[in-house]
């Protein structure tokens, strides 16, 4: 006799509910927390594809401090702008990673070998939020791109007030990193790379003053901060922040910076 086979739905409720507890659990548990070794090893394999994909260039590494705590700021261009910033800093850092990739396993497992905060990006995401805050106080690197999205344009968005609130908190270095070039990833071919930029800027910290600040002053200090990455970008990158780069001098500092 023919059978027709119905699928359970209870049972295939119950591993979809089991994923999602598993996603949500990794979140939890911090899973920037790994293995030097396991960093190191996946560091080479992103500095040999960042290379095989493009004639990538990094400079300013004597900007980056050796040790404590240091936010890494940096403009989103695609998808790769973790590897670029990788590859351009020895120092182990801390990454954050949209939550959607805890639905695929192939990439949660390469994101957590490489120490990974994943982000829900649909709302304010406090575990995100105290994990970062975990790691700084842990005196480590944390590499953030405060438009949180990435640019369909190419040029800079304005930046979001939380790596405002995130560095007030801290009380931690910030260390502005310019990219560009990245984007063209589709012009890729085995003989003609597309050339990737990274320029990393002199360190800074937020003049933060005493006190309760509104999000209207931590705004103004997110859009300083941004101001710091556009500078260290060509002109064609510079979107929102393009004018009020223009506006200052060589050695003038946008509000609240005060260069370290």
């Not at 594809?49 to 004597?62: E, I, K, S, V």
């Not at 705590?69 to 954050?96: E, K, S």
């Not at 979001?160 to 589709?186: C, N």
Request: proline share 5%.
């Amino acid at each position: 006799m023919l059978q027709i086979c119905v699928p359970d739905w209870k049972v295939f409720l119950q591993k979809e509910l089991s994923l999602k507890a598993k996603a949500q659990n990794a979140r939890v548990r911090g899973v920037y927390h790994t293995p030097k070794i396991v960093y190191r090893t996946l560091w080479i394999i992103v500095n040999i594809l960042m290379r095989l994909f493009y004639r990538y260039r990094a400079q300013g590494h004597a900007n980056m401090p050796k040790n404590g705590p240091v936010i890494v700021v940096v403009n989103h261009l695609h998808l790769v702008d973790p590897g670029m910033v990788v590859c351009a800093v020895w120092r182990q850092i801390v990454t954050l990673a949209a939550d959607k990739w805890l639905y695929n396993s192939v990439v949660r497992a390469f994101l957590r070998g490489a120490g990974s905060i994943f982000v829900n990006r649909g709302e304010v995401d406090r575990t995100a939020l105290k994990l970062c805050l975990d790691v700084l106080k842990r005196g480590m690197a944390l590499a953030i791109a405060p438009e949180g999205t990435r640019s369909r344009t190419g040029q800079m968005q304005r930046g979001k007030a939380g790596v405002a609130y995130i560095a007030r908190k801290a009380d931690a270095l910030i260390v502005p990193i310019g990219s560009w070039g990245q984007e063209r990833l589709g012009e890729w071919r085995p003989w003609r790379r597309p050339a990737c930029h990274a320029v990393i800027g002199r360190p800074f910290r937020l003049d933060i003053g005493k006190g309760r600040m509104s999000t209207e002053q931590l705004q103004e200090l997110a859009d300083s901060i941004m101001i710091q990455i556009a500078r260290l970008v060509p002109d064609s990158y510079r979107g929102y922040y393009a004018e009020r780069v223009s506006a200052l001098g060589p050695d003038e500092l946008p509000p609240g910076v005060i260069l370290a």
